[in-house]
């Protein structure tokens, strides 16, 4: 049987009267030549006004935001706009060494953010970031994917335009920023590890050289330096990895001096302990993930918070410090991780430091489990972090 267009109308409009009851929708929700005037913020919101008022930044968006933060065209049209954190994606993974795919993180720790919101409340933390920041999502940095140079330029541009700016909130007290001025923070979200060297550039034009904390398995401080019988040609460079971008880091006087440096979660292999004697050298401390066992995350917590002292902080957190257990979807795991219970009450011992930026790399969700628990667990992590920044605003 076929049904013209209007007879098809009515009859949903007779249904949905009959289900629908007393719940009230525009005249013509389901005559299509009203389309356009709808309001569909007011259409899926629970209020009870039905007005067809202008889309505004608050509206019905239907997006995958972070943590179902506001959408902000941070590069174009809002780029006057003001705020206080952007979350933004880093596409990027062509300098892994072994499995690839966290290009795709972005979006796979946005969608395991679905059920977190910036304007709820942190028990844990005991806060909720919307009342102390505005944050917004910029989306994803455009990458080249054949060029590494230009994508971690087109990165550490991106990085650098975003902390440009004046932020929306100021604070009694003088900012830590060498401008004086009270500059957004940024959290981004990768994207393999070699990401963490151009957005440390830009965190440190603005505040000077910064104590890292770096969650991770491996120790990402290995010098470049020819093989031998590598594929190497004499004096020829060798890039930049998601292995050696802290050794450039400190190189170039990104990194806090005097030790003020501290990977937590190390148990990856190493070639020679040459390593970790040149891992010390470049300017950090180690606390292995079997420590977690030996003192608690409360040792883990004074031990960071006593080399850090009273420095701006950048953390940085390779979701491979987890156990592969709780987060198997990465491209290099490592057995005998933290667990995400742990992790949080580390990040929450935290609270406090002055956090002057963020990143949460190596999410390869093509390697996750149905149920997504690689991308839930580095979302929620992410939301540690921002509860983080909402706490503790960047005074001196």
Sequence with gaps: MVFRLGAVAAILASQATQTLG???YP??????????TLNFTEIFASSPDMSNAAWERGSFHGLTTFARAAPLRCFGADAGTKYDVAVVGAPFDTATSFRPGARFGPNGIRQGSRRIGVDRVNVGAKVRVSDHLDVVDCGDVPMVLT?????????????????????????SGK????DGKFHPRVLTLGGDHTITL???????GVYGPVSVIHFDSHLDTWKPKPIAGGPWLPGEEIPVSHGSYFWYAWKEGLLAPNNANMHVGI????NSWTDYDEDHEFGWVISHAEDVEDVGWQGVVKKIRETVGDNPVYITLDIDVLDPGMAPATGTPEIGGITTREIKKILQGLSGLKIVGADIVEVAPGYDTQDEITQIAAANIGWEMLALMAKTPLTG
């Design 27 to 36: 005249v013509g929700v389901v005559n299509s030549a009203n389309f356009e």
């Design 147 to 171: 060029d590494n140079k230009v994508a971690l330029r087109q990165l550490e541009l991106a990085n650098a335009a975003l902390l440009s700016h004046t932020s929306l909130r100021s604070y």
């Design 267 to 270: 148990r990856g292999a190493i």
């Design 198 to 204: 151009p957005l440390l550039r830009g965190v440190a």
């Design 22 to 24: 007393s719940i009230q």
């Design 175 to 178: 900012s830590i920023a060498k």
